[in-house]
């Protein structure tokens, strides 16, 4: 099974500022479409997940510009220019090219 | 507008049955893969099932293999989830999302297990 393994598992940012987490995989996602089926999802406490990111880089429609998503093989970044309230929560990234389909572990965004 | 509703969660006992459904609307059901995604108590996101859209295809993770079976109805929207010999370690609340990509997600049924 591919393993996705995010940092940090816990990331205190203050208002305003950026704030980064970093995916990487035990093999690379590129799919024998050519296409890298990496995405990211956003879930606010009490709520289901949503999809934010999508083949990497791709915003899912409604979702701030604020979000950015890169990288490439088994390095994956998400992102966030300048943290607002409503982005606490917790975020995973998750591959979609080998199956079983996996998850990270989550990292948990906390307004300092 | 996507909507996805889940229902049929509950408290079994160890050993038992039950049976999820997913009433899919806004969308062409029919031309959609669909997926079963669980979420234990405080834990990450596990992904659990994996249904192609003329049901040709259909993927399980090994901890639910031989034991949970995925199936839809594309004439009544629906999608279903039946889980027999449930264990402690099933409790968790149950997503339905749309696609291999999961671009769209349920609001969730709560199963648990407990005697």
């Known amino acids: 099974d591919v393993v996705m393994t995010q940092s940090p598992l816990s990331l205190p940012v203050t208002l305003g500022q950026p704030a980064s987490i970093s995916c990487r995989s035990s093999?690379?996602?590129?799919?024998?479409?050519?296409?890298?089926?990496l995405n990211w999802f956003q879930q606010r406490p009490g709520q289901s997940p949503r999809r934010l990111i999508y083949?990497?880089?791709n915003r899912d429609s409604g979702v701030p510009d604020r979000f950015s998503g890169s990288g490439s093989a088994t390095d994956f970044t998400l992102e966030i220019s300048r943290v607002e309230a409503e982005d606490l929560g917790v975020y995973y990234c998750?591959?979609?090219?080998?199956?079983?389909?996996?998850f990270g572990q989550g990292t948990k965004l906390e307004i300092k | 507008e996507v909507q996805l509703l889940e229902s049929g969660g509950g408290l079994v006992q160890p050993g038992g049955s039950l049976r999820l459904s997913c009433a899919a609307s806004?969308?062409?059901?029919?031309?959609?893969?669909m997926n079963w995604v669980r979420q234990a108590p405080g834990k990450g996101l596990e992904w659990v099932s994996f249904?192609?859209?003329?049901?040709?295809?259909?993927y399980y993770a090994d901890s639910v293999k031989g034991r949970f079976t995925i199936s839809r109805d594309n004439a009544k929207n629906s999608l279903y989830l039946q889980m027999n010999s449930l264990r402690a370690e099933d409790t968790a609340m149950y997503y339905c999302?749309?696609?291999?990509?999961?671009?769209?997600w349920g609001q969730g049924t709560l199963l648990t297990v407990s005697s």
């Open positions: 093999q690379s996602l590129v799919h024998s479409d050519g296409n890298t089926y």
């Open positions: 083949k990497v880089s």
């Open positions: 806004g969308f062409t059901f029919s031309s959609s893969s």
């Open positions: 249904i192609s859209s003329s049901s040709t295809t259909i």
């Open positions: 999302a749309r696609t291999r990509n999961f671009d769209y």
């Open positions: 998750m591959q979609g090219t080998h199956w079983p389909l996996t």
